[in-house]
């Protein structure tokens, strides 16, 4: 099992691993989805392994200029929780 915060194992290693298993979507798929839906520019993803589960943590600028945070589930691309925030 892989831990995000295992010794040599940073997030890119870990998605990469993932990916390569064919454990979750990649994040192309997760950003077109998420940039269609939210309509927003997305400004930095974070990849995690929380409790078992693979998270895309992704914030995004919308057009009206707030920030919205996005939980993304890595395996099946569900939103899992957003939060936003005015500019």
């Known amino acids: ?15 990469r691993q993932a990916l390569e298993r064919g454990q979750v979507l990649p994040l192309r798929t997760v950003l077109e989805r998420v940039e269609r839906e939210y309509q927003g520019q997305v400004l930095k993803v974070e990849f995690e392994h929380d409790d078992g589960h693979f998270i895309y943590e992704i914030r995004l600028l919308q057009r009206d200029d707030r920030m919205v945070k996005l939980k993304v589930d890595a395996v099946d691309g569900r939103v899992l929780q957003v939060k936003r925030k005015e500019h």
């Open 1 to 15: 099992m892989l831990h995000a915060r295992e010794p040599g194992h940073d997030d890119h290693e870990l998605a």
